[in-house]
T-cell receptor
């Protein structure tokens, strides 16, 4: 029962470097999303996808890119890392196309990113 | 967009006592209100949810109430146990889900 798998779990970057956070789900969910979690600010939506080939921006999309070439995978790319992107990142999936309205979000275990 | 406020930010109770966490939301179109529990080093997990056509829902020691007129909803945990210690998030959703800032609940044995 893998569910939602995120890699890596920990990463340290220097300012200006780029990297990709990987997310894969094996539940055949249409909806996938990325959140960042910062102290005192809850979970904020970065980007989401309602199906393969479709992506859209969330609340805090600047500095991040996503793509959805398959149902299973939804990678998050940091183009030029900045210290403000130091955070814990969570990938989540849901059977429905909106993620919230149709039911439960299933979260991965998180990726802790530090940008120096 | 939707704005969700959650109180308190920290809550400490004695084992066996009840705990209540409250949330307010701004968008009257929101119609789905889940609660998530996050344990240390883990991703959030759904513990209970409620839809806008229901005023109250209960699952064993956990209950959620919703007041659509006042735009607020609450999580009630009765007979708290040390394993209830975690961070709890409320959320409100119309098309995309917005989360509250979280409540760190500590249950002292």
């Amino acid at each position: 029962n893998a569910g939602v798998t995120q890699t890596p779990k920990f990463q340290v970057l220097k300012t200006g470097q780029s990297m990709t956070l990987q997310c894969a789900q094996d539940m055949n969910h249409e909806y996938m999303s990325w959140y960042r979690q910062d102290p005192g600010m809850g979970l904020r939506l970065i980007h989401y996808s309602v199906g393969a080939g479709i992506t859209d921006q969330g609340e805090v999309p600047n500095g991040y890119n996503v793509s959805r070439s398959t149902t299973e995978d939804f990678p998050l790319r940091l183009l030029s890392a900045a210290p403000s992107q130091t955070s814990v990142y969570f990938c989540a999936s849901s059977p429905g196309t909106s993620g919230g309205n149709t039911g439960e979000l299933f979260f991965g275990e998180g990726s802790r990113l530090t940008v120096l | 967009g939707e704005n969700v406020e959650q109180h308190p930010s920290t809550l400490s109770v004695q084992e066996g006592d009840s705990a209540v966490i409250k949330c307010t939301y701004s968008d009257s179109a929101s119609n789905y209100f889940p609660w998530y529990k996050q344990e240390l080093g883990k991703g959030p997990q759904l513990i209970i949810d409620i839809r806008s056509n229901v005023g109250e829902k209960k699952d064993q020691r956990i209950a959620v109430t919703l007041n659509k007129t006042a735009k607020h909803f609450s999580l009630h945990i009765t007979e708290t146990q040390p394993e209830d210690s975690a961070v709890y998030f409320c959320a409100a959703s119309d098309n995309d889900m917005r989360f509250g800032a979280g409540t760190r609940l500590t249950v002292k044995p």
